[in-house]
């Protein structure tokens, strides 16, 4: 059973909820690359941040929630490099696990974005690296 977002954010104060993706297919392939693994990274824009998506704060734990609002994983910020699109390195894009390369990171990015209708090469990005702390329906704690 999946602990309540109330009793999380008692245990992890000042703990922020954020969902991957846009869609709730695209958000469970992101969170299935989180729990295998592969993704220790992620790009919020400054569209976002704009709209009043928290930006990540180094050394904070988040909670990750599905499209149901329902809680999935804890994660902890470790770096936070703010960045333009066309600035983003390979090194960093095969951290978000999505992809084999930039080529088909920008790609896949610059796709997303113009489908939001936000896309702009030199737009502004936030590239976080973070960890997972805590697994909320598998029970696996990572510290």
Partial sequence: MTETLDSLKARYPGAVTYKFGNTPELSDILVGLVRAGKKRATCISQHAVD???ALPVV??????VDFDEV????????ELVPLRFCDMTEEKALMEGEDE?????????????????????????YWERFEVVEDLVHGAAHD
Avoid: A
């Fill in 51 to 53: 709209k009043g998506e």
């Fill in 59 to 64: 050394g904070r734990c988040d909670i990750v």
């Fill in 71 to 78: 809680p999935q994983l804890v994660t902890r910020t470790l």
């Fill in 101 to 125: 390369s930039l080529d088909g990171w920008r790609h896949q990015h610059e796709t997303y974005y113009r489908r939001m209708g936000i896309f702009d090469p030199e737009m502004q990005l």
